[in-house]
């Protein structure tokens, strides 16, 4: 068992079949999972797929927002908001797509032109669900 003052998580069946929660809160630090793009069971702004990839990385952006909403919900429930934020990765299937949707979209997360987190950004061949093309991993101190 985990030593978390306190869990949360969004009840979606990918928690029980791979055996995680979305966040913890240990002490003064709240550790988030990845954050993809889903607002209940449903993917948000779904690549279109073929042969088990994305074959258009065109909605990174659309996914990027909906990744920073779903971890402002749940920093929300620890009394916590993206301000809070220290360190981020971010994990995406097309880096070109990905930087170009990054510098528009941090920014509107976070709230201003220079957000104040450490940030990391790596490319990779696929997530968990080949409909993504982004997922973000946060940690926030309270």
């Known amino acids: 068992m985990s030593k978390a003052d306190q869990i949360e998580r969004f009840g979606v069946s990918w928690e029980a079949d791979y055996g995680y929660v979305q966040a913890l809160r240990h002490g003064g630090t709240i550790y988030l999972s990845g ?3 889903h607002d209940g069971p ?3 702004a779904p ?3 073929e042969a088990g990839r994305p074959a258009d990385t065109a909605n990174t952006a659309a996914q990027m927002r909906q990744c920073y909403a779903n971890a402002a919900t749940l920093l929300a429930r620890f009394g916590a908001s993206l301000d809070d934020v220290v360190d981020e990765v971010l994990y995406v299937v097309d880096a070109d797509e990905g930087d170009r949707a990054a510098k528009v979209v941090r920014k509107e997360a976070y709230g ?4 104040q987190v450490a940030s990391t950004m790596i490319g990779i061949s696929r997530l ?3 409909e993504l093309l982004v997922e973000i ?3 926030a101190r309270i």
């Open 47 to 49: 690549a279109p797929v």
């Open 128 to 130: 968990a669900f080949p």
């Open 35 to 37: 954050q993809v793009a």
């Open 137 to 139: 991993k946060l940690i």
């Open 42 to 44: 449903a993917l948000v």
């Open 112 to 115: 201003r032109p220079d957000p």
